[in-house]
């Protein structure tokens, strides 16, 4: 008799912990502890594309309430996006980002389904069939073109495809760039600008600890590259790049600045009144192009080989080929005078032209989104989805977040909250009855019998962690973080092992 | 013992014990040595001998965050006597104004500080000033008590919407004695950022 009540009481112990105790277990378990809480009457919510966007609104979706569940999908077999992609291999705790998206991943009530194409293995339609709402945030995976005479010369990249090449993003695998020239030019001086800029011209020793890929090392190795100039069409006053960046130039060992001083008249005096992130970053820029370096600088400078620099007040207008037309070597440059101030200046043509020799054109002017399917709401002119906080015009369950909302612009912090405002939007329809979420939805269950009538196997998060170990312990091998796999091919017959 | 184990399997639990245990490396306290168990290592996650170093395990875990309420965890060091003299009393003010009192030691990090007590402060890059997602306003009275930023700091303030004078990175506020009373402001970050006809930021 008494050892009963003491188990009963013992008993009331436990359970009047146990809601938070196993709130907290199934916060911890992975995909095995879904089926423990999950019922068919629960909000479902699917998520197109796992990068920043696709994470951040997933989380805070599952923070907010305790019913809903996520399902993430992603073309690709690993997840992750411009943070696997794009974040330059010398940017590592920028990269720790993915410590949190992995627990997101991993959380009872998110699932991750890599290797389903949407718009072509599944139609959106499709998905909001399944889904009470669908957000999409595949992001910008097209670039603005410079619309000018030898654009496709052999020798003229877009930053986008040079950094998804020295990033491994398997469509870009064979642009084997040409690094034999002497001189490059990069149209646009955003941060994307500056890092090719500084992947171009990095010490081997510092790239070899990256986990930059191997076949871009051995280019890089090869490289006779030595002098990268920035190039943007309006002034110092209105570079798009930010100050960590432009240090890390200044900073870039075995470099020296070297600028036109002309280009920099009038910048000092309208610092004034200008806000500080502008002012300490124009600052930085007419130090290092105006001032005369002190002593050890000045040795250092000496004693670099390599040159960078911005250029001013220029566009392209052609890019120019050798004798053969068979590669680029040089490009016409239209000079430009500013009119207004500030952001809102406008480059205006002179009616000057200026011709640079080169072999090696980037043209870092922009990403730009692509219509996913063509039944989806897509502003052609502006290449975003239409829509308010995150709500797509005239389509009533569809959401979207990250670049696809707001354009390409923006860095992780900034899609972070443009994630939460549509993860909003979203809470409020679901508690106003905007958004009816009370008929149950098959959500996953539909979509992975549809994709297994087409012969298509998503890819698992366990399946991407396999991925992960392995690129992780042939990164060891080499002292690298990882050494990542290069094709779509390789990472499916891991993931599959 | 056999209360415990009734206990146990009465929710049907007994044999999924060994897979609560979270991975510790990818949580930001155990790389920031923030967090308790991470004196102990890896031999912690072999063997637990009871539920409440397990739930203190997952509370460190971010996604558990939201679940906690505002009070310190019980099993803090401090709570004994003779640690009064480390306590510092810190107030967040949340993105709806609403005041959430804390309590404190010196050499706390207010970024991890506010996740252990379930307020949505991000630290995306980990404290390695690479983001400015941790972006809070200081209080007047606290403000000068802060050592003066390092360049980095500075300059991923400089990213951070809605910049002002009190602005800081939570990652890089360690707590000291003379910081009690401090009180951390999160920016409301604005709906709808870009409206038609958005000037470009940087990327």
């Known amino acids: ?497 | 013992m056999a209360a415990a184990a009734a206990a146990r399997s009465s929710m049907g639990l007994t044999l999924r014990f060994s897979r609560v245990i979270p991975d510790c490396r990818s949580c930001p306290l155990y790389r920031l040595k923030g967090c308790v168990d991470n004196t102990a290592g890896s031999q912690r996650r072999g063997s637990f001998d009871s539920l409440r170093t397990i739930n203190r395990h997952l509370q460190t875990s971010i996604c558990l965050s939201q679940a906690e309420e505002g009070s310190s965890n019980a099993e803090d060091p401090d709570d004994v006597d003779n640690g009064q003299h480390l306590r510092v009393n810190v107030v967040y003010i949340d993105r709806s104004g609403k005041r959430i009192p804390v309590k404190a030691k010196v050499g706390d990090n207010i970024l991890y500080l506010a996740h252990k007590h379930g307020i949505d402060l991000e630290g995306a890059c980990e404290a390695s000033l690479a983001c400015s997602t941790c972006h809070v306003y200081v209080n007047s009275a606290h403000l000068d008590k802060l050592p003066e930023p390092e360049e980095r700091e500075d300059d991923m303030l400089d990213m951070a919407p809605m910049l002002q004078e009190n602005s800081r990175l939570g990652c890089q506020i360690i707590l000291t004695p003379d910081l009690d009373g401090i009180e951390l402001t999160l920016p409301k970050v604005t709906r709808n950022f870009y409206v038609d006809g958005h000037v470009p930021k940087p990327h």
């Not at chain 1, 920043?52 to 077999?77: C, M, N, S, W």
């Not at chain 1, 994307?192 to 010490?203: E, G, N, W």
């Open chain 1, 1 to 497: 008799m008494r050892s009963c009540r003491r188990l009963l009481s013992e008993l009331k112990l436990w359970t009047s912990g146990r809601s938070k105790w196993t709130r907290g277990l199934n916060e911890g378990l992975g995909g095995s502890g879904k089926a423990f809480l999950s019922t068919s009457s629960c909000p479902k919510v699917c998520i197109v594309g796992s990068g920043p966007a696709g994470f951040y609104t997933a989380q805070h979706l599952i923070k907010a309430r305790q019913d809903v569940e996520v399902d993430i999908y992603e073309r690709l077999p690993v997840p992750f996006g411009l943070v696997r992609f794009g974040v330059a291999p010398d940017h590592p705790e920028v990269k720790n980002v993915i410590n949190t998206f992995t627990q997101t991943a991993k959380h009872s009530r998110c699932s991750f389904y890599g290797n389903v194409n949407v718009g072509k293995d599944v139609t959106v339609d499709e998905l909001q069939g399944a889904y009470h709402a669908v957000v999409l945030s595949y992001g910008a995976e097209g670039n603005r073109r410079m619309g000018v005479p030898g654009e496709d010369l052999p020798g003229v990249y877009s930053a986008k495809d040079f950094v998804g090449w020295y990033n491994g993003l398997p469509s870009c695998r064979e642009l084997k760039p040409d690094l034999s020239c002497e001189t490059a030019v990069i149209l646009g001086q955003g941060n994307v600008a500056l890092d090719v800029a500084r992947i171009l011209l990095s010490p081997l020793d510092i790239l070899k600890k990256t986990d930059i890929t191997q076949p871009a090392l051995e280019a890089l190795a090869e490289s006779r590259v030595q002098k990268v100039l920035i190039v943007g069409r309006r002034g110092p006053m209105q570079v798009a790049c930010t100050i960590k960046e432009l240090r890390e130039m200044v900073n870039l060992p075995g470099t020296r600045p070297e600028m036109v001083t002309a280009d920099f008249e009038g910048v000092s005096e309208a610092l004034k009144d200008v806000p500080r992130p502008r002012k300490r970053l124009t600052e930085l820029l007419l130090k290092t192009a105006l001032d005369a370096p002190g002593d050890k600088e000045l040795e250092r400078r000496r004693n670099a080989a390599k040159v960078w620099g911005f250029r001013f007040y220029r566009s392209p207008t052609e890019i120019l080929a050798d004798p053969g037309r068979s590669r680029t070597a040089g490009i016409r440059l239209a000079v430009n005078r500013l009119e207004g101030s500030g952001d809102a200046a406008r480059a205006v043509l002179t009616g000057e032209v200026e011709d640079v020799s080169c072999g090696l054109v980037i043209s870092s002017i922009g990403y730009k989104s692509l219509p996913i399917d063509p039944a989806v709401p897509f502003d052609s002119h502006r290449a975003v989805m239409p829509n308010s906080v995150g709500r797509v015009h005239q389509a009533p369950g569809l959401y979207c977040s990250g670049w696809l909302k707001t354009g390409p612009t923006g860095v992780i912090a900034t899609t972070m909250n443009n994630s939460f405002d549509t993860a909003r939007s979203l809470l409020e329809d679901m508690d106003s009855g905007a958004l009816d979420v009370s008929p149950a939805k098959p959500g996953s269950q539909e979509v992975s019998s549809l994709l297994e009538k087409r012969g298509v196997r998503p890819v698992t998060f366990s399946d991407w962690e396999k991925i992960d170990s392995l690129e992780t312990r042939r990164g060891d091998a080499c002292g690298k973080p990882r050494e990542k796999l290069l094709s779509v091919e390789e990472m499916l017959k891991v993931a599959r092992a």
